[in-house]
């Protein structure tokens, strides 16, 4: 089944450390993208990436980093440098085009004390 | 002004009444709007999309779009309990194109009363 991966499913750092968050789709879309979900909140767009080895930021892009090498593949890195980077974050493709649909991972909960 | 906005409710529905559901945005050049179920602790998943004037429906779902007033709503009919759920609205801006992703409301939290 085609589908877009996530992992892992909830994951726990210390303040300070960096952490990579991983994202994979087989679903032959050339544009991915990472959003981040507060309580309450709407999604927010992190990075994205319409070409291998090409990414823009979104609009809260500080404190994270992304890198398109494959593909398929998209990880997000969460730096120290996030001032708070606990939340939900999602990661979605689409085929890139203007108007296509997002299709959503199940996410990564990421709690950082 | 927030881009696109929504009524986080809670909006409480009797089972087996409409349901509907708000969207006001305010990129006058947007040109594809979607519908996104988002269930507790859960990703959003895709309900409708639309892209011209008018109404769509698909199933017991209905989108209406008025892009003259920049209004989209979802109307649900016969909503069951598992209808309840956070429903996120989402366009693209047209300075993007869309291949800079959606833009979301914050969700509105909807609850069907059995």
């Known amino acids: 089944d085609g589908g877009i991966t996530q992992s892992p499913k909830y994951l726990f750092r210390k303040e300070g450390q960096n952490v990579t968050l991983s994202c994979e789709q087989n679903?032959?879309?050339?544009?991915m993208y990472w959003y981040r979900q507060d309580p309450g909140q709407g999604l927010r767009l992190i990075y994205y990436s319409q070409i291998v080895n090409d990414f823009q930021k979104g609009d809260i892009a500080e404190g994270y980093s992304v890198s398109r090498e494959k593909k398929e593949s998209f990880p997000l890195t969460v730096t120290s440098a996030q001032k708070n980077p606990t939340a939900f974050y999602l990661c979605?493709?689409?085929?890139?085009?203007?108007?296509?649909?997002?299709?959503f991972g199940n996410g990564t909960r990421l709690t950082v004390t | 002004q927030k881009e696109v906005e929504q009524n986080s409710g809670p909006l409480s529905v009797p089972e087996g009444a409409i349901a509907s559901l708000n969207c006001t945005y305010s990129?006058?050049?947007?040109?594809?709007f979607f519908w996104y179920r988002q269930y507790s602790g859960k990703s959003p998943e895709l309900i409708m999309f639309i892209y011209s004037n008018g109404d769509k429906e698909d199933g017991r779902f209905t989108a209406q779009l008025n892009k003259a007033s920049q209004y989209v709503s979802l109307l649900i009919r016969d909503s069951q309990p598992s209808d309840s759920a956070t429903y996120l609205c989402a366009v693209t801006l047209s300075s993007g194109g869309g291949a800079d992703g959606l833009t979301f409301g914050k969700g509105t939290h909807l609850i069907i009363q059995p």
């Open positions: 979605a493709s689409s085929r890139g085009t203007g108007g296509s649909p997002l299709h």
């Open positions: 679903l032959n879309h050339d544009a």
């Open positions: 990129d006058r050049g947007s040109q594809s």
